[in-house]
Every structure is written in C-alpha cells, then in structure tokens.
C-alpha cells in the first residue's frame, strides 16, 4: 500500500478487536516513531497492551470499545504542528501495516494513560492503535474551493492533487479549520479559528506533501 493510498483506506476506528499488535509489526511501527522523534525533536511513545487509559467512562462516551494500544506524543509548548505531522506520518504507516488508529484528544483517562514526560513536556494527544472490528468510514468533507485558494491563473494539477489528500485528512471534530493558498511556487497553510487547530494543520500538512508528490514546491515561512 502506497501512502497515498493509505489516506484513502485509512478512516478513524474506535472499536478494536482482542487480536494481539504482533511483535514484527510493532518492532516496525516503533521504528518509525524513533525516526520521527529524532527528525522532530518530539517524546512519541508506543504503548501496547494497556486498558486504562480506555477503560473510563470518558472512552465510552467516546464510543472506545477494546482498546489496548495506543501511542503518546508528548512535546513540549508550541509543538502542537509537529505532533501533528509527525503523528500522522505514524499514523499512515500504521495503515500500511494492517493497523487502524483513531486521533483522540479528549475522551481517554488522561490520569491513567502510560508514558513519560520530561521537563518542559507534556501528553499532547493519543492515537488510538490496534485492528479494528470494521475499517471505519469515510466522513464529508468541506468542498476544496473553501479549503484553498490560488492568487494567480489556474489551479495546476499538483495542488488539486495536494488538496485531494488535504481533503481526507482527520480533524477535530472534522472542523477542517485550515487554509491553504498557492502563489507562485509558494504555498502558505494557516490555521482558522478552532480547537486543536494547530495540531489539525500539522496532519493536513503531511497529507499535502504526500499528495503533491514530486511536484516542486516551498512552505511560505511564519
């Protein structure tokens, strides 16, 4: 499976079935957060086998069943992109090894939930982890022309393509509080107003990468 298939596959799963994450699988999951920890500078953790931090009624009303597995990403203030980005890059390879996910802001025990912080950090958001009772489904999305815009001619294929993937990319809520505008070969990504809008434009961002491909591009600096 191609990462940009990957999007298309990849829906959010809450309700996960008794089979075990088998070590070959997790050795290569914790690969990929090891890299994304060095690039980001980030503390992601895997955590297996683990029911409390969804085993609380908090989970229930989140519609949790059975999860076990989950990772942490822990970063410190300001971080809120790269967890993100970094986070949906595990994500993606997740899909790619079987395994469905869930982005979980709220609706765990935070109070019980494993990991370490040092420092200076804290728990960010979770991901839910493990083989779901069904693929989920695919939600709708804002149409593309309120999600970017292009200052000068027309869209080119690239960036319709970028946004296609921008388009799957999961948000709180599936508030889709972002903007993406082309100018040039510059391309700016804002946050609108929302809550973890920061942490949601991180996601979109990775997705537009993957789905601009090899097309030459810049992100436009803060």
């Known amino acids: 499976m191609t990462l940009r298939e990957a ?56 519609n949790f069943e059975n999860c076990k597995n989950y990772i942490a990403i822990v970063g410190k203030k300001g971080d809120d992109e790269k967890c993100g980005y970094y986070g949906e890059k595990i994500v993606l390879h997740a899909q790619q090894l079987g395994l469905n996910t869930c982005w979980v802001a709220l609706t765990f025990n935070k109070a019980k939930a494993t990991y370490v912080a040092n420092d200076g950090e804290k728990l960010m958001i979770v991901i839910a982890l493990g083989y779901g009772q069904t693929q989920g489904k695919t939600r709708p999305s804002k149409p593309m022309d ?68 090899d097309a030459y591009f810049k992100w436009k600096e803060d």
């Not at 510059?186 to 961002?205: H, N, R």
């Open 7 to 62: 999007i298309v596959e990849r829906h959010s799963v809450r309700k996960f079935t008794d089979k075990v994450i088998d070590e070959a699988t997790a050795a290569e999951l914790q690969n990929t957060i090891d890299e994304c920890n060095r690039k980001s500078g980030l503390n992601i953790q895997l955590v297996l086998n683990e029911p409390e931090a969804f085993g609380s009624g908090m989970a229930k009303y989140g």
């Open 146 to 213: 309120e999600l970017c815009k292009v200052t000068n001619g027309e869209m080119p294929d690239w960036f319709k393509s970028a946004m296609v993937a921008v388009m799957l990319a999961p948000t709180a809520v599936n508030q889709q509080k972002f903007l993406f505008t082309l100018n040039g070969n510059e391309v700016e990504a804002k946050t609108l107003f929302g809550f973890y809008s920061k942490i949601d434009l991180g996601i979109a961002k990775y997705h537009f990468e993957v789905g601009a491909g």
